[in-house]
């Protein structure tokens, strides 16, 4: 099969982390006869320094004719405490996720045995959990309008707006997941306050009777931080608007051990777009110590979701489980032990892929 992927590896540790991952892509086209076709792309600040624009309209080019998208990180330090600064890097990728249509971010969080013990939370409590989350990703009080100041600069406001048909999508696609899963969902809101909260809640009971086999629950989103750290493995498939979660799958790696291990998939209308959760980590960059993990794992799911391929997701996910194992770890999981570099820990999978 011929797969024609987009590379945006962006900023900070993003170019060294996509090429462990593209290492990966390559070794499993090897073994399943797959031909990887890589077109780069400028996104985040190096996007900005290049043309001034942190989505550059090429860019959006290539994704579109792309069958899926391998994203590694923006951001860079040299924005974070301009509050003045014109134009982010962050823009770039909320561009992305809205000019693409990704409405749907799916944050798997599971553990691995080696690991359990990495988590500040006690062992017996973190170990097999498994649970889906589903963020929201191009609405809410990232996208609504009005945004902005006031004339004199004294007052500034955001709108968290969500239409039902948005909420009716995402929902769905959390009772889908629920049905395929352990037939569990968590709706996460916050209807004891907000408007779109209760519009959430209220399309929710309304869409319930159709999924009569899952068990639904409400939840508000300050309990569901709570409880997502007591007992995380309560959980199946938990679906909420798009600043909750993202805030809920940051707390949620803590749970797997290290933020360098979470992949995602970003779904919606044109092309998919996979991506590590963790941000672009500047302090790092260049240092070859970044934990490629998260985006590996991510390149996993890019052959499950964008082409169906599920034994070359399996395999990586193998190789990932298995480079824990026997500690071929980067330096946020050496724990005083010997701490491999990105590159040696992307050739250790490539080999354990071709030696399979
Ligand atoms: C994420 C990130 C982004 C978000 C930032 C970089 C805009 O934190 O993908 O979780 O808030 O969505
Ligand atoms: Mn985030």
């Known amino acids: 099969m011929k797969l024609n992927i987009a590379l945006l590896p962006g900023d900070g540790i993003g170019p060294e982390i996509v090429e462990q991952a593209q290492k990966v892509v390559n070794a499993i086209s090897e073994k399943y006869g797959h031909e990887p076709q ?12 290049a043309t001034g624009n942190p989505y550059p309209e090429a860019t959006h080019e290539i994704c579109m004719q792309s069958d899926a998208v391998l994203f590694g990180a923006i ?19 909320l561009a992305m996720r809205q000019k693409l249509g990704l409405y749907a971010n799916l944050r798997p969080v599971s553990t691995f045995k080696s690991l359990a013990h ?8 973190v170990d097999g959990a498994d649970f889906m989350c589903i963020r929201e990703l191009t609405g809410g009080i990232y996208f609504g309008r009005p945004q902005g100041r006031s004339e004199d600069g004294n007052t500034a406001y955001d709108s968290c707006v969500y239409t039902r048909s948005e909420i009716e999508r995402i929902v769905r696609l959390g009772f889908e997941y629920a049905q395929k899963r352990r037939k569990k969902l968590t709706v996460i809101d916050k209807a004891n306050v907000l408007a779109t909260s209760r519009l959430w809640r209220e399309t929710a009971q309304a869409l319930a009777p159709e999924y009569a086999d899952v068990e639904v629950e409400y939840m508000f989103v ?9 007992w995380p493995k309560r959980f199946d498939v938990m679906v909420t608007e798009n600043m909750f979660g993202d805030i809920l799958t940051d707390e949620a790696s803590v749970i797997t051990g290290s933020l360098g291990l979470l992949p995602s998939a970003s779904i919606g209308v044109h092309t998919s777009v996979f ?3 963790h941000g672009s980590y500047p302090q790092a960059a260049g240092k070859n110590i970044a934990n490629p993990l ?44 010997k701490a491999y570099t990105t590159s040696e820990v992307g050739d250790w999978l490539v080999n354990y892929i071709n030696k399979k």
């Open 38 to 49: 890589y077109t780069s792309a400028l996104v985040g600040a190096c996007a900005i320094d």
């Open 75 to 93: 951001g860079d330090p040299r924005f974070d405490n301009d509050p003045k600064a014109k134009v982010r890097p962050e823009q770039g990728l």
């Open 118 to 125: 990495k988590s500040p939370l006690k062992t017996e409590l």
């Open 222 to 230: 300050d309990n569901a931080a709570m409880q997502l750290i007591q």
């Open 275 to 277: 991506e590590p959760i």
């Open 294 to 337: 998260a985006t590996v794992l991510s390149a996993a799911m890019m052959f499950e979701y964008a082409y169906g391929k599920m034994e070359e997701g399996a395999l990586i996910r193998e190789a990932v489980e298995q480079s824990i194992e026997q500690s071929i770890v980067t330096e946020d999981l050496a724990e005083g032990g």
